[in-house]
């Protein structure tokens, strides 16, 4: 809506069909995995989950801007986002390993782990998504949120074993239904305004 309403950006019928899609199966895999797996507050989770979705569609429209107008390049958004995160996180971090020592138990194999995630799962994945914010419209680059519960599941099941429901298998064909629309470059009928 904020690209619509206030950027005058461009999407077809058939963008808004796979958001559309893609949102409903994200909803289906939260809920399902909020509702039965979480100790606490469901809603509490659900809230969260809703924020981390917004704050991530403006990470994509604020960083196509600097792509645009001020020539940053993807790689160096990347980057930037990489420092910045790690020196907000760096006081948590410290004051949980003051508060309870963790890095004594630590084994190879988690911390294989931990390098994986930080280079492939966030490192790569940024830049990945900068790269798709430069060749691609900003709502089209967006989609790719919708398909992080998707990789997820599907590797902790190949990796780790983790079973799968069936919400989950029914939620993630609907967000591989809605991506696909979403992304399909045949013409369509616009039925937002193009950019001025």
Do not use: C
Request: net charge positive; proline share 3%.
């Amino acid at each position: 809506m904020y690209l619509w309403v206030a950027k005058r950006s461009k999407v077809s019928l058939k963008n808004l069909l796979g958001f559309a899609l893609g949102l409903i199966g994200v909803t289906i895999i939260s809920l399902d995995t909020i509702v039965t797996k979480s100790a606490g507050n469901p809603l509490l989770g659900i809230g969260f989950a809703a924020i981390a979705v917004l704050a991530f569609f403006a990470y994509g429209i604020i960083s196509k801007e600097h792509q645009l107008h001020n020539r940053i390049s993807a790689t160096a958004l990347a980057f930037y986002f990489t420092v910045i995160t790690t020196v907000v996180s760096l006081p948590f971090a410290i004051y949980e390993t003051i508060s309870a020592p963790w890095f004594h138990d630590i084994s190879l194999f988690s911390s294989l782990a931990a390098l994986y995630l930080g280079f492939i799962g966030t490192g790569a994945q940024y830049l990945l998504y900068q790269r798709a914010l430069k060749v691609m419209e900003t709502a089209q680059a967006n989609i790719f949120i919708y398909l992080q519960p998707v990789v997820t599941f599907s590797l902790a099941a190949v990796i780790v074993g983790e079973t799968v429901s069936w919400q989950v298998v029914t939620g993630g064909m609907i967000v591989l239904a809605g991506a696909h629309l979403a992304l399909s470059r045949r013409k369509n009928v616009s039925v937002l305004p193009a950019e001025p």
